[in-house]
């Protein structure tokens, strides 16, 4: 498959799985709603990030392996929901806030911490390695020069990073944001139990 329409394919596939419902989006919506837009542009950042891990061992094959391993998969999966589900309850104690969120002067430490939440939200994904052992079998070939992988693999994580961007800056714009700021952990913990249902369901489904 030649590089453009390797990058067409990928394009059309990923932004479909992005736009779908589920931890990543959730967790986007929560720190923009609770925080301000740049906390959901860092934590789309660190989703971006987090698909550097699924990237890195599907292009080496090991997708296969993981996607084949049932007590590999199980150790992901209880990895991951288990986090999905500490973030959920983070989310359900959440209390009313006496300002407005802040969109600016994010200081560096917590800064870091977003990205790093962002990051582990996806790279503890379940689902990724069945998910990107599929989509790499399309566009991948055995004898593929490591810089197309590169490529391929650079252009997934702007894709995402480009998706959540538009998500964060379209549920910050003021009108959005002075709307739920006043309700604010109410939404904080309507997606706290929404994060922690996914957690639940990530351990108790059966990845087929």
Same mark, same amino acid.
């Given at each position: 498959?030649?590089?453009?329409? =390797?990058?067409?394919? #990928?394009?059309? #596939?990923?932004?479909?799985?992005?736009?779908?419902?589920?931890?990543?989006?959730?967790?986007?919506?929560?720190?923009?709603?609770?925080?301000?837009?740049?906390?959901?542009?860092?934590?789309?950042? =660190?989703?971006?990030?987090?698909?550097?891990?699924?990237?890195?061992?599907?292009?080496?094959?090991?997708?296969?392996?993981?996607?084949?391993?049932?007590?590999?998969?199980?150790?992901?999966?209880?990895? =991951?929901?288990?986090?999905?589900?500490?973030?959920?309850?983070?989310?359900?104690?959440?209390?009313?806030?006496?300002?407005?969120?802040?969109?600016?002067?994010?200081?560096?430490?917590?800064?870091?911490?977003?990205?790093?939440?962002? %990051?582990?939200?996806?790279? &503890?994904?379940?689902?990724?390695?069945?998910? %990107?052992?599929?989509?790499?079998?399309?566009?991948?070939?055995?004898?593929?020069?490591?810089?197309?992988?590169?490529?391929?693999?650079?252009? #997934?994580?702007?894709?995402? &990073?480009?998706? %959540?961007?538009?998500?964060?800056?379209?549920?910050?714009?003021?009108?959005?944001?002075?709307?739920?700021?006043? %309700?604010?952990?109410?939404?904080?913990?309507?997606? =706290?139990?929404?994060?922690?249902?996914?957690?639940?369901?990530?351990?108790?489904?059966?990845?087929?």
């Amino acid at each position: 498959m030649e590089l453009a329409h =390797g990058l067409l394919v #990928i394009t059309v #596939i990923h932004l479909l799985a992005a736009a779908s419902p589920g931890p990543d989006f959730v967790m986007v919506t929560q720190q923009t709603l609770s925080k301000g837009r740049r906390a959901g542009l860092l934590c789309s950042l =660190g989703i971006a990030l987090g698909l550097s891990v699924h990237i890195a061992y599907s292009a080496f094959g090991l997708a296969t392996v993981i996607a084949n391993s049932s007590s590999a998969l199980w150790a992901i999966k209880i990895l =991951g929901g288990s986090y999905l589900t500490y973030l959920g309850v983070k989310g359900l104690l959440a209390k009313p806030k006496r300002s407005a969120p802040q969109t600016n002067g994010v200081e560096t430490s917590s800064a870091i911490k977003t990205i790093v939440t962002g %990051f582990l939200c996806n790279a &503890l994904n379940p689902k990724a390695p069945l998910y %990107f052992l599929s989509l790499f079998t399309i566009v991948l070939s055995p004898d593929m020069p490591l810089h197309v992988i590169a490529i391929y693999g650079i252009w #997934i994580m702007l894709i995402q &990073l480009a998706w %959540f961007s538009i998500v964060a800056t379209l549920l910050a714009t003021p009108p959005v944001a002075k709307r739920f700021n006043k %309700f604010g952990h109410y939404i904080d913990r309507v997606l =706290g139990g929404a994060m922690v249902a996914l957690g639940i369901k990530v351990m108790i489904t059966r990845i087929t």
